[in-house]
């Protein structure tokens, strides 16, 4: 690709341009001229250097890796370099061969391989290559990388790029010419058998430069004199350039010839231009029009040398200029006028990015060039005109015949065909209009413009506020729109007049910027406070009258209006100061808003132009949209693209017969046919990258980086205790950045988009759980790149709400239970084991106690029973004294007395009877124990009187501290019926109930149908011997005495037994 110099001057022309550099500074302008470029190419440049973060200012080479990052070789160290920043690697930091870089080429595994040079202002190389992974700037050397390789790394003299993703290999001794892609690996392209004799083998470390490859293709030169060879395809030819001075090639067409420039000896001041066709023919090129090279013959060329795709080359006069060659055009790029130190400047490398840009490595730094076909046709700027320096258009008219007519400022210009003229106005004036076939134009006051004498005519009457717009109305009335609000003309009268409004209360119009017909013919005003319409009022004489009234709404009012344009459908497209677009429907009130977040340059918004392929341009503070009524995609156009400047003016639009587009600026007016942007695309696909990642490590209590890792696998995994973490990214669209905007999202917790202006978030606090961090970058011209960033982010829980941790946490807990039942179980077995060894023990204790207490308990059992039974024997025999006495008196009272006695003995012993004969010796059986003491006293008086007893007594087991009481009351009341209640030998009837009042409470009733005591008696008082025993014997057993006649005596007696006494004591 590269250029050849005489051997005797390289080294003092290079110490003349680092002089010369080091002198001064260079200053180069943003945008070139239009007039220094080819009138159909606008030209944008700027020149990056040691200010801009480079290494050093002189740069060898530079490629651009698959990421879309840009490398370049300097003096000092390889730069990358991202639009904003540049990265620097060296031999000290990060183990490069050397600091030297003459030379890079990138395969297509996105390795880049790394040629050194040695010291000095040559580009000579030293034998010492490197391969860098372009993602994670890990550094082999070349023999290392490659262990098998099949040439000596020393012998590497030259590498390089040809545009088809491999890397071609020049190596010496043989020379032979080697490709390399990591699908093929390294193979043998070539060997040039002629050249091992030519150079020595310091000599041919200077000769890389001289060959040229691109678009697949290599052009290989040692020295101009020697045999040279084309290499296209699967072809080789050689040839050889007799009487050449210099030879500098150019380019490749389509048919695999190669184009090449030289003088020779004959005249070694001007450059020829020969055509080297496939089968080595040298022939000069007769139509250098067919090219496009006309400039090049005839002239001295300093340097030329082609990009690495083939698709430019460039020339450099250092008395001149610098001229890029891009097959359809000759473009002068750099004007010596516009670089400090031109006449030193060398460049090494011209090669191409993935947006289209050019960059020349060159002594002074790295010129980036961007060469766009120009379709936006400017007039009346300050570059065509001098008449008026302040070039702001504002009203515009174009006849369809091509003539041109705008107000700059104080100035109305006309272009027609080639002629352009201008008149000055005593102010500045704004609108223009055709009205009855001839130009008027407004300012303060109104004018008509008459371009074939270029004078005009004041209508003196029609002074006031300026006049912004203007409308034909008919053929003789002109519509004027003021600051403060409308005024008539007519121009057959040259009268002035006002117009009538509908509602006294309804505001003025201030700024009126335009007047429009909707599709019923209606006229509209659009003006900075509202939408205004024009009625014709009928029922006036004389053709009617003209009222105008505004439309009532609150949206409308809130707004800054610039300009308004009405779809078919009634809707309004608004352009407003501030707000971006807004599409408005009057019938429903429904809004929708455009703005920078929609991929607008800016919110301020001039003029809307309608074309035929449904797009609105509409003008702006920064550039000019075209946007997209369907679809609503938006593409901007600024200088880059031909304007003439990014900001344009109010009311300065015009839409021709034709369908041409005209819009007014800062500096002039700029003229285009929409049809010739129909293939343009919108989409925005500039690669958005990470340039840094640190992440807050808690665990470490520090920052770490982690981009390596990062850019190795698109992950961000944060601990419990990582605080937070920070993310640096570029758009790399190298550009000026100072309007790059970024959004930022993160799925999972935004519902909106995050809108920031610097190129680094930092994101904190995130509760656990898993996310995705999007971000999209903005252009200054507006426009969303389509290639997001998406990043997944998880953060873990903290160990403790981890579903391993709590899982093992569960199973040690059932462990843990497990471990205590089996322990506690253990524990009981024990314990049962020793419980029942004791049980045993006290079980055969108590074996033992049990069989001698029911030893002593049956001996006690006999004895109670023996006593009993004796007790109840002596009773007898007491009974039987008794009875023997009795028949020994005579007294009856006497004989009454002791048989009374005898049958309370022999009651008592009676209950002894019951005691000894049943196995309980603390209770008897109360039925059977009353039975048997009826039956007893029965006895002793049935022979006398045939009496019925009646025993109801439940079967109930009573003490015998209650049963003898009982028993004698029982005994008492059975002697008084049978001796006292039945006489005269009349049969009668006794009834003895027992009755459970409630757990150790009874009641006992007795009564017979006797006579029975005196109605009035009462029991307690009785004088007695028997009843007084009766009350006494209640009293002991806890209850009392109750008597009754009826139908006999009746008693009823209360009592407990013994266990309820001790507790009521």
């Given amino acids: 690709m590269m250029v050849q110099l005489s051997k005797q001057s390289t080294f003092l022309i290079r110490v003349l341009w680092s002089l010369a550099f080091l002198a001064s500074r260079c200053s180069l302008m943003a945008q070139s001229d239009p007039s220094q470029a080819n009138a159909d190419y606008t030209v944008t440049k700027r020149l990056l ?118 890397v071609s290999f020049l190596t010496a001794l043989p020379f032979r010419l080697w490709k390399f892609s990591s699908k093929k690996g390294f193979r043998l392209r070539y060997e040039m058998k002629d050249w091992d004799h030519v150079v020595s083998a310091s000599d041919r470390r200077t000769t890389g430069p001289y060959s040229s490859f691109a678009e697949g293709k290599a052009l290989l030169k040692l020295v101009n004199q020697e045999k040279q060879y084309l290499l296209t395809g699967d072809t080789a030819i050689s040839f050889r350039q007799n009487n050449v001075l210099r030879s500098l090639p150019i380019g490749f067409t389509e048919q695999n010839e190669a184009l090449i420039t030289y003088n020779t000896s004959d005249d070694p001041d001007h450059f020829a231009v020969d055509l080297l066709s496939p089968k080595g023919r040298l022939t000069p090129v007769s139509d250098l029009n067919q090219y496009q090279l006309n400039p090049v013959k005839g002239r001295y060329w300093y340097q030329a040398g082609t990009a690495t795709d083939g698709s430019a080359s460039f020339f450099y006069n250092a008395n001149d200029a610098l001229f890029v060659w891009n097959k359809q055009a000759f473009i002068k790029v750099l004007d010596k006028a516009e670089l400090k130190g031109f006449e030193n400047l060398f460049i090494y490398r011209l090669f191409p990015d993935a947006l289209g840009n050019l960059w020349a490595c060159t002594s002074l730094g790295v010129l980036q060039i961007r060469l766009k076909k120009n379709r936006f046709k400017p007039y009346f700027s300050t570059g065509q005109q001098s008449m008026e320096p302040n070039s702001q ?440 084991k020793k419980l029942e060894e004791t049980v045993n023990e006290r079980t055969v204790q108590l074996k033992k106690s049990l069989a001698e207490q029911s030893a002593l308990l049956l001996e006690k059992d006999v004895l109670m029973k023996e006593i009993h039974h004796r007790v109840k024997n002596n009773l007898q025999v007491i009974s039987g004294l008794l009875e023997l006495q009795s028949k020994t008196l005579t007294d009856e009272t006497a004989k009454e007395a002791l048989r009374e006695g005898r049958n309370r003995v022999r009651s008592i012993a009676l209950i002894h009877q019951n005691l000894y004969q049943f196995e309980n010796l603390s209770s008897i059986d109360l039925r059977q124990f009353i039975n048997d003491l009826c039956k007893q006293v029965q006895s002793v008086f049935q022979r006398q009187k045939t009496i019925a007893v009646t025993v109801n007594v439940p079967e109930l087991n009573l003490d015998i501290d209650s049963a003898v009481p009982l028993g004698l009351i029982l005994n008492e009341l059975l002697s008084n019926s049978f001796k006292y209640a039945f006489t005269e030998g009349k049969s009668g009837k006794i009834d003895i109930v027992m009755h459970t009042l409630e757990e150790g409470k009874y009641q006992l009733a007795y009564a017979d149908n006797g006579p029975g005591l005196p109605v009035d008696f009462d029991v307690s008082k009785a004088k007695t011997l028997g009843l007084q025993l009766i009350n006494d014997l209640a009293r002991q057993m806890g209850g009392r005495v109750q008597y009754e006649t009826r139908n006999g005596a009746a008693f009823t007696i209360n009592f407990t037994n013994r266990e309820v006494r001790k507790n009521q004591d």
């Fill in 393 to 832: 258009a504002r009203g515009i008219y174009a006849e369809g015949n091509g003539n041109v007519f705008a107000n700059i400022w104080a100035h109305t210009f006309g272009q027609q065909r080639e002629k352009m003229q201008a008149i000055r106005h005593p102010e500045i004036n704004y609108a223009l209009v055709k009205h009855h076939a001839a130009l008027y134009t407004g300012g303060y006051s109104l004018s008509r413009y008459e371009p074939g004498e270029n004078k005009i005519i004041s209508f003196p009457a029609g002074l006031g506020s300026e006049i912004w717009a203007m409308h034909s109305l008919n053929d003789s009335l002109l519509l004027l729109g003021r600051t403060n609000g409308f005024s008539l003309f007519n121009s057959k009268t040259s009268r002035f007049d006002t117009l009538s409004i509908s509602d006294p209360s309804m505001p003025n119009a201030r700024f009126v910027y335009r007047f429009f017909r909707d599709k019923q013919g209606a006229v509209w005003a659009v003006a900075e406070n509202g939408l205004y319409k024009l009625i014709l009022n009928k029922t006036v004489r004389n053709n009617g009258q003209l009222i105008i009234t505004k439309l009532q709404s609150p949206f409308l009012d809130a707004l800054t209006l610039m300009d308004a344009y009405q779809n078919a459908d009634g809707s309004f497209w608004l352009a407003t100061n501030g707000e971006g677009l807004y599409h408005w429907n009057p019938g429903n009130n429904a809004t929708r808003q455009f703005n920078i977040t929609s991929g607008f340059p800016s919110d301020v918004l001039y003029r809307i132009e309608s074309d035929a392929f449904g797009n609105l341009w509409i003008s702006s503070d920064y550039g000019l949209i075209r946007f997209n009524r369907k679809d609503f995609s938006v593409k901007t156009y600024t200088t880059i693209d031909g304007i003439t400047n990014n900001e344009f003016n109010r009311t300065s639009s015009f839409k021709g017969s034709d369908g041409k587009l005209f819009f007014g600026g800062l500096n002039g007016v700029n003229a285009f046919d929409p049809k010739d942007f129909r293939a343009d695309i919108t989409a925005f696909q500039v690669p958005l990258r990470v340039i840094a990642f640190n992440q807050f490590a808690g665990s470490k209590n520090e920052l770490i980086n982690k981009t390596t890792a990062l850019l190795r696998k698109p992950q961000i995994i944060l601990q419990p205790d990582d605080k937070f973490f920070t993310l640096d990214f570029q758009l790399l669209d190298f550009t000026k950045d100072e309007g790059h905007r970024y959004g930022y999202k993160l799925e999972g917790l935004d519902e909106t988009w995050n809108y920031i202006s610097e190129n680094s978030v930092r994101i904190s606090g995130l509760p656990y759980g898993h996310y995705i961090l999007r971000i999209k970058a903005q252009n200054r011209e507006g426009a969303w790149n389509t290639r997001e960033l998406s990043i997944p982010i998880t953060v873990l829980k903290p160990v403790y709400l981890q579903w391993w941790f709590i899982l093992i946490v569960a199973l040690l807990f059932l462990l843990a239970i497990y471990l205590v039942i089996q322990l506690r179980l253990k524990q009981l077995a024990r314990d049962k």
């Fill in 49 to 166: 250097s040691i200010e801009d973060g480079l290494a050093s200012h002189e740069v060898f080479c530079g490629v651009q890796d698959a990421a879309g990052f840009l490398w370049f070789g300097t003096r000092n160290g390889l730069n990358r370099y991202d639009g904003k920043n540049s990265l620097l690697f060296t031999r000290q930091r990060n183990r490069l061969q050397d600091n030297k870089v003459v030379q890079l080429a990138r395969d297509d595994a996105n390795r880049l391989f790394i040629e050194y040079g040695s010291t000095g202002f040559q580009l000579t190389t030293n034998g010492k290559v490197d391969v860098m992974d372009a993602t994670t700037h890990e550094v082999k050397t070349l023999t290392e990388a490659f262990p098998n390789l099949p040439f000596k790394e020393q012998d590497v003299y030259w590498i390089a790029n040809d545009g088809t993703g491999e």
